[in-house]
T-cell receptor, first 111, second 114 residues
Framework: RKEVEQDPGPFNVPEGATVAFNCTYS??????FFWYRQDCRKEPKLLMS???SGNEDGRFTAQLNRASQYISLLIRDSKLSDSATYLC????????????FGQGTTLQVKP | EPEVTQTPSHQVTQMGQEVILRCVPI?????FYWYRQILGQKVEFLVS????????KSEIFDDQFSVERPDGSNFTLKIRSTKLEDSAMYFC????????????FGSGTRLTVV
């Protein structure tokens, strides 16, 4: 089983659409959870951290379900500039801060 | 905003040659990392470095790889004898403290082995 699993997509949506990405992780000892955004051939950039209580940042909402080891990201009112690859990321079980990345889900927002 | 700086942005090398990838982490950060991303694949952890020693390394990080923080500012990744399969983007990252927040990635070095 992959450590972090995501549907690679691509998700092709019109501007203004709501899109949801899901992710599962295998290590129940993971402590921290994130969504990163990666543009083509660029470095990953933190989009938001994910908490069990759920958190929202503008049009983006992230949710963590520790019991089912499931993480989600919801993007409302998609913009053309949201087109990117979204990476689900968890920390390893050691205390070194190692990040474990999913393969990423590609989003293409079309006019 | 403080940045993690990586040089060069692109390096082409012949198979069997040694390469050194350079990184300048954010100055007050304490934890340093190298990751790689082969084209079309996921970002993979290579090594973590804290208190002047390796704290964790992956299976990828074999005897051909080494890391150094020679002068308190630079953080380098050396590949002793490059193989074609070492072609990838290499990202350096750093974070300030024991929490898992505040991670910052550099813009990467694209290594092409020919």
């Amino acid at each position: 089983r992959k450590e972090v699993e995501q549907d690679p997509g691509p998700f092709n949506v019109p501007e203004g659409a709501t899109v949801a990405f899901n992710c599962t992780y295998s290590n129940s000892a993971s402590q921290s959870f994130f969504w990163y955004r990666q543009d083509c051939r660029k470095e990953p950039k933190l989009l938001m951290s994910v908490y069990s209580s759920g958190n929202e940042d503008g049009r983006f909402t992230a949710q963590l379900n520790r019991a089912s080891q499931y993480i989600s990201l919801l993007i409302r009112d998609s913009k053309l500039s949201d087109s990117a690859t979204y990476l689900c990321v968890v920390t390893g079980s050691s205390n070194t801060g190692k990040l474990i990345f999913g393969q990423g889900t590609t989003l293409q927002v079309k006019p | 905003e403080p940045e993690v700086t990586q040089t060069p942005s692109h390096q082409v090398t012949q198979m069997g040659q040694e390469v050194i990838l350079r990184c300048v982490p954010i100055s007050n950060h304490l934890y340093f990392y190298w990751y790689r991303q082969i084209l079309g694949q996921k970002v993979e952890f290579l090594v973590s470095f804290y208190n002047n020693e390796i704290s964790e390394k992956s299976e990828i990080f074999d005897d051909q790889f080494s890391v150094e923080r020679p002068d308190g500012s630079n953080f380098t990744l050396k590949i002793r004898s490059t193989k074609l399969e070492d072609s990838a983007m290499y990202f350096c990252a750093s974070k300030p403290r024991t929490t898992n927040y505040g991670y910052t990635f550099g813009s990467g070095t694209r290594l092409t082995v020919v």
